[in-house]
T-cell receptor, first 113, second 114 residues
């Protein structure tokens, strides 16, 4: 089955700095890579996703890059704000059969004012 | 309405109790999911219903019994739970359940088993 590794487990930055979270996956059949943000007391919320036919995707301060050859993908947050503080999960899946999301272990991001 | 609503938000139960968790969505989604999340861990998939049929059971103990009365509702019936079952139980939905779709999560039910 799929295995997703996520690093770092915790990340502390100053407000305005950039933050980068990296994930690797093992199954070459995976073709969908979402990122979820989970704030305290809430369920995970999708913030951005990328499919294997695309190398990079941006949405305002958030970007995701994908390297299919190396089987890794990264989340980039620029100009971080205190409200970006949360746990971020990467995940991978395919659209074949009964494929389901495999989550990374999560990164706790703390943005200090 | 892009919400998944879960009730109750908190639940404390004894090991001999029977209780149910409820989940509702009105986005017209045809796939619904139960996840279990322990503190500081990622969500773990328990069950998937697609078009009101159970399509995935991730070898969950029989003390957890899912039910999908219709495409908008999902229940999780709990019986004879163990203290290690204490966790956040998350419901999610997606359009069809193909695996490469956006999941919409509820805020969860925080369950404590005494």
């Amino acid at each position: 089955g799929e295995n997703v590794e996520q690093h770092p487990s915790t990340l502390s930055v100053q407000e305005g700095d950039s933050a980068v979270i990296k994930c690797t996956y093992s199954d070459s059949a995976s073709n969908y890579f979402p990122w979820y943000k989970q704030e305290l007391g809430k369920g995970p919320q999708l913030i951005i996703d990328i499919r294997s036919n695309v190398g990079e995707k941006k949405d305002q301060r958030i970007a995701v890059t994908l390297n299919k050859t190396a089987k890794h993908f990264s989340l980039h947050i620029t100009e971080t704000q205190p409200e970006d503080s949360a746990v971020y999960f990467c995940a991978a899946s395919s659209n074949s059969g009964y494929s389901t999301l495999t989550f990374g272990k999560g990164t706790m991001l703390l943005v200090s004012p | 309405d892009t919400e998944v609503t879960q009730t109750p938000k908190h639940l404390v139960m004894g090991m001999t109790n029977k209780k149910s968790l409820k989940c509702e969505q009105h986005m017209g989604h045809r796939a619904m999911y139960w996840y279990k999340q322990k503190a500081k861990k990622p969500p773990e998939l328990m069950f998937v219903y697609s078009y009101e049929k159970l399509s995935i059971n991730e070898s969950v103990p029989s003390r957890f019994s899912p039910e999908c009365p219709n495409s908008s509702l999902l229940n999780l019936h709990l019986h004879a739970l163990q203290p290690e079952d204490s966790a956040l139980y998350l419901c999610a939905s997606s359009q069809t359940g193909t695996g490469d779709e956006k999941l919409f999560f509820g805020s969860g039910t925080q369950l404590s088993v005494l």
